[in-house]
């Protein structure tokens, strides 16, 4: 089981880019048929599915968070990265990254990101 570690800013100013970055360990990002996605929780919300780079780097994104969100893979690091741009208050959220292979997920035990001036 791979273990998945989330870490950057935790403050970002409104209009700025949030970028994070998932290190993950105990597996490779490249082995067939992981699917790599990032999650988010706002406070007092529910889950939020942003997107997902699957193990051969394709990527797929929430519609409604699509013009703002990029996700992409430093494969030397083993590294899967977030970019949302031009964040707003109610991008604040704790922002989870996942892995999903053959039926199994793990989780990252995921990072606060409030966006404030």
């Known amino acids: 089981q791979v273990q998945l570690q989330e870490s950057g800013p935790g403050l970002v100013k409104p209009s700025q880019t949030l970028s994070l970055t998932c290190t993950v360990s105990g597996g490779s990002i490249t082995t067939s048929y992981y699917a790599w996605s990032w999650i988010r929780q706002p406070p007092g919300k529910g889950l939020e599915w942003m997107g997902v780079i699957t193990y051969d780097g394709v990527t797929y994104y929430s519609a409604s968070l699509k013009s703002r969100t990029s996700i992409s893979r430093d494969t030397s690091k083993n590294h899967i990265s977030l970019q949302l741009t031009s964040v707003t208050p109610e991008d604040t959220a704790v922002y989870y990254c996942?892995?999903?292979?053959?039926?199994?997920?793990?989780w990252g035990q995921g990072t606060q990101v409030t966006v404030s001036s």
């Open positions: 996942t892995s999903l292979w053959s039926g199994l997920g793990s």
